[in-house]
């Protein structure tokens, strides 16, 4: 049972380019969220899922995802930003235990 | 809107003793309230949750909290720190509109000396 796996785990990104982190999680949960932490800010909801087929984002803009199943969540920069650099971490949860979060991702954007 | 504060960037304490990290919430109705613990280069793990019953609550590694409705707090504490609890704590809220939101402070780092 691996829980909620992340990939890549570091990655440097120039401004402009376009990149999708991956997120898949084998708990069968149906929710799924995408958090950015950035030191002193804590943890920021960009996106989540309530199950395959549905999302809804907290974030304007600088980002996409879907979720054509349970298990995969990708989310996508569209047009990499410096400010967009940040480490990003993906949970699930089945609703009552709170999230299972994955080991995140350390993306720089230059 | 449902909201958690964590007033201390960080807390130093010293291996055998008691330690706090403290947690502040605001909602509209009664809070879900968790703990997360992060170590370094690791995701968040789960440390314990408030959802009804007891006001102090036990979770995992010897940490429990007490959640104070008079005081809207929900501080983490343990009786006896080891060096291996150094790490970040986020305290963090459940949204009661869309029960699978949850929203987390700012985090504290806490520091056990030998």
């Known amino acids: ?38 030191p002193g800010m804590g943890l920021r909801l960009i996106y989540y899922s309530a199950a395959a087929g549905t999302t809804d984002k907290e974030v304007p803009n600088g980002y996409n995802v879907s979720r054509l ?31 299972t979060f994955g080991s995140g991702t350390r993306l720089t954007v230059v | 809107a449902q909201s958690v504060a964590q007033p ?15 947690c502040t919430y605001s909602v509209s109705g009664n809070p879900y309230l968790f703990w997360y613990v992060q170590y370094p ?24 909290a007490e959640f104070n409705k008079s005081q809207t707090s929900f501080h983490l504490k343990k009786p006896s720190a ?3 609890d150094s790490a970040l704590y986020f305290c963090a809220v459940r949204d009661l509109d869309n029960f699978n939101k949850f929203y987390f402070g700012s985090g504290t780092k806490l520091n056990v000396k030998p």
């Not at chain 2, 793990?45 to 959802?51: A, H, S």
């Open chain 1, 69 to 99: 199943n349970t298990e995969d969540f990708p989310l996508r920069l569209v047009s990499a930003a410096p400010s967009q650099t940040s480490v990003y971490l993906c949970a699930s949860t089945r609703g009552e235990y709170g999230y």
């Open chain 1, 1 to 38: 049972n691996a829980g909620v796996t992340q990939t890549p785990k570091f990655h440097i990104l120039k401004t402009g380019q376009s990149m999708t982190l991956q997120c898949a999680q084998d708990m069968n949960h149906g929710y799924m969220s995408w958090y950015r932490q950035d």
């Open chain 2, 82 to 84: 080891l060096v291996s």
């Open chain 2, 8 to 22: 201390e960037d960080q807390v130093n304490v010293a291996e055998g003793n008691p330690l706090t990290v403290k």
């Open chain 2, 41 to 64: 280069n690791r995701g968040l793990q789960f440390l314990l949750k408030y959802i009804t019953g007891d006001n102090l609550v036990k979770g995992s590694y010897g940490f429990e």
